[in-house]
């Protein structure tokens, strides 16, 4: 894997944003999975894991249906990120 394309060791800048959301929800990979499926978004419960702890990158469209999930906007998930660069 090419590691300049890794920030912080990280495939992803939101990761722990999407953990921290989901716990907050109360919602298990497969509960989140379902959800995202009903939005025709199809990540299995593992590329969640995965996208959680940065080993899996994540593209706009998943990234706009987590965040209509969790009731909040795409920059909840990115302003961390955002307000560092």
């Given at each position: 894997?090419?590691?300049?394309?890794?920030?912080?060791?990280?495939?992803?800048?939101?990761?722990?944003k999407i953990k921290y959301y989901r716990e907050k929800n109360n919602l298990?990979?497969?509960?989140?999975?379902?959800?995202l499926m009903l939005?025709?978004?199809?990540i299995h419960k593992q590329s969640i894991y995965n996208?959680?702890?940065g080993k899996r990158t994540i593209v706009d469209y998943e990234l706009c249906a987590f965040a209509k999930i969790f009731g909040?906007?795409?920059?909840d998930l990115?302003?961390?990120?955002?307000?560092?660069?």
């Amino acid at each position: 894997m090419n590691n300049s394309r890794k920030i912080n060791g990280s495939l992803n800048v939101v990761g722990s944003k999407i953990k921290y959301y989901r716990e907050k929800n109360n919602l298990s990979y497969q509960k989140l999975s379902d959800k995202l499926m009903l939005l025709g978004i199809d990540i299995h419960k593992q590329s969640i894991y995965n996208i959680e702890i940065g080993k899996r990158t994540i593209v706009d469209y998943e990234l706009c249906a987590f965040a209509k999930i969790f009731g909040i906007s795409v920059n909840d998930l990115t302003d961390e990120y955002f307000n560092n660069i």
